[in-house]
């Protein structure tokens, strides 16, 4: 169920950011309650869960479709043609395939490991530049921008954000390339996001009244 008090929520978020609903903690219903309240962007994060609710939802034109969690290369195809941006490209195979069975471009999003942790999904940041350099080579995958999840670690999550932050100011000079969007902050650090130029922030537990 989502939380009673949404339209004053999704008010108090500035109005040029683009809030993607995690859809991991909600149902059909909950996409449809939420759209009717404005949100028309919504992520999912596992192959299957998204599958499903894609099919639930199909009539709706108007919801915009984000994958959000690591795509594993075997299920690309599952869901290529029926999403309108991916927030977690991190490896030149995966880009690979896509350019191999997407119809058109597909907005897409380099997902940085700005932390460096072990077993986390990612692009190194130190090596974002050769990445982006090598994907030129495909067509299909049109790279809007970059993507970060913040780690409770050595560094707040404040520091974390404006590292992605400054790290595209330098990859936009270096490879000569428009990385207009920053895909970070969830419910727990989302004002800190946005404070540091996050264009589209994800959330999940905020909207929802989970008990
Ligand atoms: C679930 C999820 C979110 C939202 O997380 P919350 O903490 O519930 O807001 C954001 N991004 C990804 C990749 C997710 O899987």
Request: net charge negative.
């Amino acid at each position: 169920m989502i939380r009673k008090d949404i339209d004053n929520f999704l008010a108090s978020l500035p109005n040029d950011i683009t809030l993607v609903a995690a859809t991991k903690y909600g149902d059909k219903n909950d996409i449809l309650d939420l759209f009717n309240h404005g949100v028309k962007n919504f992520g999912e994060n596992r192959v299957d869960a998204f599958l499903t609710k894609y099919e639930e939802l199909k009539d709706n034109q108007e919801i915009r479709w984000h994958f959000i969690g690591h795509l594993q290369r075997n299920k690309a195809k599952l869901i290529i043609n029926k999403i309108d941006y991916l927030h977690s490209l991190d490896s030149l195979e995966l880009a690979k395939m896509i350019d191999q069975l997407r119809e058109k471009p597909l907005d897409t999003f380099i997902e940085v490991s700005i932390n460096l942790e072990e077993n986390k999904n990612g692009v190194p940041y130190y090596e974002v530049e050769q990445f982006i350099n090598n994907l030129k080579q495909f067509h299909n995958v049109h790279i809007v921008g970059l993507m970060m999840m913040a780690i409770k670690g050595s560094d707040d999550t404040t520091t974390q954000f404006k590292k992605l932050r400054l790290l595209r100011d330098e990859l936009e000079t270096k490879c000569n390339i428009k990385l207009p969007y920053l895909s970070m902050g969830m419910t727990d650090d989302y004002q800190e996001a946005i404070l540091e130029g996050a264009t589209h922030i994800r959330l999940g537990r905020i909207l929802f009244d989970l008990n």
